[in-house]
T-cell receptor, first 114, second 114 residues
Framework: AQSVTQLDSHVSVSEGTPVLLRCNYSSSYSPSLFWYVQHPNKGLQLLLKYTSAATLVKGINGFEAEFKKSETSFHLTKPSAHMSDAAEYFCVVRYSGGYQKVTFGTGTKLQVIP | EAQVTQNPRYLITVTGKKLTVTCSQNMNHEYMSWYRQDPGLGLRQIYYSMNVEVTDKGDVPEGYKVSRKEKRNFPLILESPSPNQTSLYFC?????????????FGPGTRLTVL
């Protein structure tokens, strides 16, 4: 079964410092991986996606993620946190192989301290 | 404007009273899906549809029904709601069934079952 694990339920950083949100996936088949962001009381917005092209993916608002097959990871990073980055972030996986389910991680809440 | 719409946005009901949450997209997307979001659990897929008249179960289908009679609409039906179905529900669509397609989310429906 496909699965995705977000290793931290909460991450707290100071404004202007780097952000690292961790995501690991199960290694069956060839995945597509996504990061979505959900601001308080809002819907979900796509930050970036990996679809077997470049392993380093750049997204919106200065975020990027690197697909590492050997580590089955897809961690989300940003060099410098901004107050507006405070939100919940979800790592999402979809696999090829004949079925069309989508699996979300349990989410990481990012707090940005002024 | 390209969008996914859901109605109602908020609903309070009582146990056993049938209800329908509507979902509509104006992007001619093939793939549509329903999720529920619960604290600490992320989003879990209820049902998905790869095209008209083609639906399949996600990870938590018990107590829910769906239909896809038209490409643009994908209603979620709760025949006999119970308190454990109190949750935040999201509808989403994507262009096609290919796994690299990102999903576009509706604004959410907050359901309370008393």
């Amino acid at each position: 079964a496909q699965s995705v694990t977000q290793l931290d339920s909460h991450v707290s950083v100071s404004e202007g410092t780097p952000v690292l949100l961790r995501c690991n996936y199960s290694s069956s088949y060839s995945p597509s991986l996504f990061w979505y962001v959900q601001h308080p009381n809002k819907g979900l917005q796509l930050l970036l996606k990996y679809t077997s092209a470049a392993t380093l993916v750049k997204g919106i608002n200065g975020f990027e993620a690197e697909f590492k097959k050997s580590e089955t990871s897809f961690h989300l990073t940003k060099p410098s946190a901004h107050m507006s980055d405070a939100a919940e972030y979800f790592c999402v996986v979809r696999y090829s192989g004949g079925y069309q389910k989508v699996t979300f991680g349990t989410g990481t809440k990012l707090q940005v301290i002024p | 404007e390209a969008q996914v719409t859901q109605n109602p946005r908020y609903l309070i009901t009582v146990t056993g009273k049938k209800l329908t949450v509507t979902c509509s997209q104006n992007m001619n997307h093939e793939y549509m899906s329903w999720y529920r979001q619960d604290p600490g659990l992320g989003l879990r897929q209820i049902y998905y549809s790869m095209n008209v008249e083609v639906t399949d179960k996600g990870d938590v289908p018990e107590g829910y029904k769906v239909s896809r009679k038209e490409k643009r609409n994908f209603p979620l039906i709760l025949e006999s709601p119970s308190p454990n179905q109190t949750s935040l529900y999201f509808c989403a669509s994507s262009l096609g069934r290919e796994i690299y397609n990102e999903q576009f989310f509706g604004p959410g429906t907050r359901l309370t079952v008393l």
